[in-house]
C-alpha cells in the first residue's frame, strides 16, 4: 500500500524501474537515497522585532552525472522527505533531458504570504549563510520553486557572493536578467511542457487548435501553460484555479485577461463571466489537455478513475500517486509525466549556467530554439521506450533516466 509520503512514492517508483532495468543491487540501493543532506535552523529577526527560527534543507540526491541542481521551495508543509523527493525527481530530469547535472533541491518551512519583503530578504540571506558550504557552480547550483522568485534569487546571489568575496552568477539560476539571468528563462517551464504536449498531440492524432485546456495552479508554471498553450498551440482556457478555488467557462476565457486578473488581485474568484468550480470538479472536466501546475498527490487513488482528459501534462512535481498512474493508464489518458513534462526550467537554468560561465549572453530566439531540441528530443526517446516495452510514459521515462544514472554511477567505479 503506497503512502502519500512524496519520497516513498518517489523511492517506489524507482524500485520498479531497477527491477525492469535489473539494477544490481547495490546500484539500486544508491539510487534510494540522497547522497547528501543538510538540515538547518535559520533564526531571523522579524520587523517586530521578535526572533523566529525557521527550518531549511538542502538535499543532494545524485551527482554523478554533474553538479546538483534543483529548486528552492519556500512552504508552511516543507519537510525534508518533500526535499527528498523533489531532489530524486531532479535527479531523473536533468537525466531524461541529457543534460550534464545531477539532481538536488531545497527548501524552507515558512509561509512567504504572510512575511514582509525585508523578512523574505533576511530569509534569503540567512539560508544561504546556512547551506552555503554545500554550495557552488560545481557542486550545487539552487533555483526558484513554489513562492521563490527571481528577487529571492537575487539575494541569495549577493549573499553568497559577499561570502566568497567573488562574482559567481552561475551559483543559482533564475535570476533577474540584469544580473545574470537567461532570456526566456521565465516561462522555459511551461515552454517545456508546452513543446512535448505538441508533440504528444503529433503522435495521438490530435489537432489541438480550439481544443480545450484546463489548468490547476495557477503561479508561473500555471500561469505561462495558458498564455503558452494558447499562444503555440490554440488551446482554449476552460477552467483553471488557484489554492483558492478556481473559475469555469466552457465557452474560453480570454488568457491574458486571467492572467493579468490573478496578477492584479491575487485570486481567480470574480473574474468576469466565469463561474466558480473546485479544484476537484475542474480535474475531473472532459478537456483535451489537463495542466496539474500546483503541487504534490493532486491525482490519487481515489479521483484518477474520473479523470477525462486525453493529455495530463503534468508541470507540477509529483501530482499523480503511483496508483492513480496506473488507472490513468489503463481509461487511456495519456499521462506527460512531471520529470519529463516540466524539465524546460532546468533545462534553460542549465542554459543560464553555461552563458554565466562564458560571460556570453544568447538571444530569447536561441534559447527557444535550443530548449525545443532538448525536449522534443527527450519526448520522442521515452515515447519509443513506452511504444516498445508497453509501460506507462513515467515507467519509460524512469527507465532511460536511471539507467543513464546508474551508467555514470558504475564508470565512476562507485558500485
Ligand atoms: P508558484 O508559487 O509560482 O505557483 C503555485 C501555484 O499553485 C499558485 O497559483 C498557488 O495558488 C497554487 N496552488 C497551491 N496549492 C494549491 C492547491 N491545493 N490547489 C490548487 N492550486 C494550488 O509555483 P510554480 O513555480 O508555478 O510551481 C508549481 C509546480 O510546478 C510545483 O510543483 C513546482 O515544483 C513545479 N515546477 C516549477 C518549476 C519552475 O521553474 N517554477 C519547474 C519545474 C517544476
Given at each position: 500500500?503506497t503512502t502519500?509520503?512524496?519520497?516513498?512514492?518517489?523511492q517506489?517508483q524507482l524500485?520498479?524501474?531497477?527491477?525492469?532495468l535489473?539494477?544490481?543491487?547495490?546500484?539500486?540501493?544508491l539510487l534510494r537515497?540522497?547522497q547528501?543532506?543538510l538540515?538547518?535552523t535559520?533564526p531571523?529577526?522579524m520587523?517586530?522585532?521578535?526572533?523566529r527560527?525557521?527550518?531549511?534543507?538542502?538535499?543532494q540526491?545524485n551527482?554523478a552525472?554533474?553538479p546538483?541542481k534543483?529548486?528552492?521551495?519556500?512552504h508552511?508543509e516543507?519537510?525534508?522527505?518533500t526535499?527528498?523527493?523533489l531532489a530524486?525527481?531532479?535527479?531523473?530530469?536533468?537525466?531524461v533531458?541529457d543534460?550534464p547535472?545531477?539532481g538536488?533541491?531545497?527548501g524552507?518551512?515558512c509561509?512567504p504570504?504572510?512575511?514582509?519583503e525585508?523578512?523574505?530578504?533576511?530569509?534569503?540571506?540567512?539560508?544561504i549563510?546556512a547551506v552555503?558550504?554545500?554550495?557552488s557552480v560545481?557542486?550545487?547550483?539552487p533555483?526558484p520553486?513554489?513562492?521563490?522568485?527571481?528577487?529571492?534569487m537575487?539575494w541569495m546571489m549577493?549573499?553568497y557572493?559577499t561570502?566568497?568575496?567573488e562574482h559567481h552568477?552561475?551559483?543559482?539560476?533564475g535570476?533577474?536578467i540584469?544580473?545574470g539571468?537567461?532570456?526566456g528563462?521565465?516561462?522555459a517551464?511551461?515552454?517545456?511542457?508546452?513543446?512535448?504536449?505538441?508533440e504528444?498531440?503529433?503522435?495521438?492524432?490530435i489537432?489541438?487548435r480550439?481544443?480545450?485546456?484546463a489548468?490547476q495552479?495557477f503561479g508561473?508554471?500555471?500561469?505561462?501553460?495558458?498564455?503558452?498553450?494558447?499562444e503555440?498551440?490554440?488551446?482554449?482556457?476552460?477552467?483553471?484555479?488557484?489554492?483558492r478555488?478556481?473559475?469555469?467557462?466552457?465557452k474560453?476565457?480570454?488568457?491574458k485577461?486571467a492572467?493579468?486578473?490573478k496578477?492584479r488581485?491575487g485570486?481567480?474568484?470574480g473574474f468576469?463571466g466565469a463561474?466558480?468550480?473546485?479544484?476537484e470538479e475542474?480535474?475531473?472536466?472532459?478537456?483535451?489537455?489537463?495542466?496539474?501546475s500546483a503541487?504534490?498527490?493532486?491525482?490519487t487513488?481515489?479521483?484518477?478513475?474520473?479523470?477525462r482528459c486525453?493529455?495530463?501534462?503534468?508541470l507540477?512535481n509529483?501530482?499523480?500517486?503511483?496508483e492513480?498512474?496506473d488507472?490513468?493508464?489503463q481509461?487511456?489518458?495519456?499521462?506527460l509525466?512531471?520529470?519529463?513534462?516540466?524539465?524546460?526550467g532546468?533545462t534553460v537554468s542549465?542554459f543560464?549556467?553555461v552563458q554565466?560561465t562564458?560571460?556570453?549572453y544568447?538571444?530569447?530566439?536561441e534559447v527557444h530554439?535550443?530548449?525545443?531540441?532538448k525536449m522534443t528530443r527527450a519526448?520522442h526517446?521515452?515515447?519509443?521506450?513506452y511504444?516498445k516495452?508497453?509501460?506507462t510514459?513515467?515507467q519509460?521515462?524512469?527507465?532511460v533516466?536511471?539507467?543513464r544514472?546508474?551508467?555514470?554511477?558504475?564508470?565512476?567505479?562507485w558500485v
Open positions: 500500500m502519500l509520503n512524496p519520497f516513498k512514492i518517489a517506489e524500485d520498479a524501474a531497477a527491477q525492469r535489473g539494477l544490481d543491487s547495490a546500484t539500486h540501493e537515497w540522497p547528501k543532506e538540515i538547518v535559520i531571523i529577526q520587523d517586530d522585532g521578535k526572533v527560527v525557521f527550518h531549511g534543507y538542502r538535499v540526491y551527482y552525472r554533474g546538483a534543483g529548486g528552492l521551495r519556500w508552511p516543507e519537510t525534508i522527505d526535499v527528498r523527493a530524486a525527481w531532479m535527479t531523473w530530469k536533468t537525466a533531458v543534460i547535472l545531477g538536488g533541491k531545497g524552507v518551512t509561509n504570504k504572510e512575511m514582509s525585508t523578512e523574505k530578504q533576511r530569509l534569503a540571506r540567512g539560508y549563510r552555503a558550504s554545500m554550495l560545481t557542486k550545487d547550483v533555483a520553486d513554489v513562492y521563490t522568485t527571481p528577487q529571492i537575487a549577493d549573499e557572493e561570502l566568497v568575496g552568477p552561475g551559483v543559482i539560476t535570476k533577474p540584469p544580473l539571468g537567461s532570456e528563462r521565465g516561462d517551464t511551461a515552454r517545456g511542457g508546452i513543446y512535448v504536449t505538441r504528444a498531440a503529433k503522435v495521438l492524432g489537432d489541438l480550439e481544443k480545450t485546456m489548468i495552479g508561473n508554471a500555471g500561469q505561462h501553460a495558458a498564455l503558452l498553450g494558447h503555440l498551440l490554440g488551446l482554449k482556457l476552460v477552467a483553471v484555479s488557484d489554492s478555488g478556481g473559475i469555469y467557462n466552457p474560453g476565457m480570454d488568457v485577461q492572467v493579468d486578473y496578477l488581485t485570486r481567480l474568484e468576469p463561474e466558480s468550480i473546485s479544484n475542474l480535474l475531473q472536466l472532459d478537456v483535451t489537455v489537463l495542466f496539474p503541487l504534490e498527490n493532486t491525482i487513488s481515489s479521483n484518477a478513475g474520473k479523470i486525453k493529455i495530463s501534462c503534468e507540477a509529483g501530482p499523480t500517486t503511483p492513480a498512474d488507472i490513468l493508464y481509461n487511456g489518458v495519456f499521462v509525466p512531471d520529470f519529463l513534462a516540466n524539465a524546460g532546468v542549465y543560464e549556467q554565466n562564458y560571460n556570453f544568447w538571444p530569447l530566439d530554439r535550443r530548449l525545443d531540441e519526448f526517446g521515452v515515447y519509443q521506450l511504444l516495452e508497453k509501460v510514459m513515467r519509460a521515462a524512469y527507465l533516466s536511471v539507467a544514472v546508474a551508467e555514470a554511477c558504475k564508470l565512476r567505479g
